[in-house]
């Protein structure tokens, strides 16, 4: 199911590299209560093996929570880094609170 992002958002995307765009959009096609990994973003966008890349576009991600970048994790559900306040333990509070099983 594809989330309908806010107009004023999609414009603001806008200025940022095509990959980046494509990233945050799947991003924010993560339920809530639920986590995605980098390299599932990586496929979905077109991109397999650019789990990297999908962790320094998430990293510059200026939509959160909109875009909700804390529901990607690594690989076996491992907690990665955070570009949030508080790191990886503002992260794990987060998907917590949705009810991400982790």
């Not at 339920?31 to 397999?48: C, F, L």
Request: aromatic content about 8%.
């Amino acid at each position: 199911m594809k989330k309908k992002l806010p107009k004023t958002i999609l414009k603001k995307m806008a200025d940022y590299p095509p990959f980046y765009q494509k990233v945050w959009k799947a991003c924010a096609d993560i339920p809530k209560g639920q986590v995605r990994t980098y390299g599932w973003i990586a496929k979905r966008v077109g991109s397999p093996g650019s789990a990297r890349a999908v962790g320094q576009a998430l990293g510059k991600n200026p939509f959160a929570p909109t875009v909700p970048c804390h529901r990607v994790v690594g690989v076996n559900g491992k907690m990665t880094g955070y570009s949030g306040k508080g790191g990886v333990a503002a992260k794990r509070k987060l998907l917590r609170k949705e009810g991400a099983i982790l």
